[in-house]
């Protein structure tokens, strides 16, 4: 695939030195998700604490867009709330259906918009990002369940 130099860069170097590899102790809200039309597979950790990612982190193997994406993610969600971090998901998803998003504030991600042009890859691109989306409605699961005992 052709991506542009400078996209090709920036996805090569968080491929290269992934940034929040590794795993998380403690109360972490836990996602495994594999994208099997590419054999990309992630585990995903994410500390909630009030309403925030305060800490993610991930684990897995695959592509290089895959990977990226995961270790932009991860940088991206930390200390946003719930609602914002669901927000960067939607305006991922957004990006990768080539339609209208809010830019991001962190520049990286922008990188993946190229991805746009070679749809095989839109699921390697989306896994980390499906991933937080779905640990974040299980962390609010977990929260009802709680307060239901209570
Ligand atoms: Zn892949």
Redesign the pocket.
């Known amino acids: 695939m052709q991506l542009d130099e400078l996209y090709r860069q920036v996805i090569m170097d968080h491929y290269k030195i992934p940034r929040n590899r590794g795993t998380l102790d403690g109360e972490a809200v836990s996602v495994q998700l594999n994208?099997p039309?590419?054999?990309?597979r992630i585990e995903l950790q994410m500390m909630i604490e009030d309403g925030k990612v305060t800490q993610a982190r991930f684990e897995g193997e695959?592509?290089?867009?895959?990977m990226s994406s995961a270790s932009m993610m991860t940088d991206a969600i930390k200390g946003k709330s719930l609602e914002d971090a669901l927000k960067l998901a939607e305006d991922f998803s957004q990006m990768m259906q080539g339609q209208e998003y809010d830019e991001f504030e962190y520049e990286d991600i922008e990188a993946l918009s190229g991805v746009t042009k070679f749809p095989a890859?839109i699921?390697?691109?989306t896994?980390a990002w499906n991933a937080m989306r779905k640990g974040i409605v299980q962390s609010k699961h977990e929260l009802d369940g709680e307060s239901e005992q209570s």
């Open positions: 994208n039309t590419c054999g990309d695959g592509c290089s867009i895959s890859r699921k390697c691109a896994l």
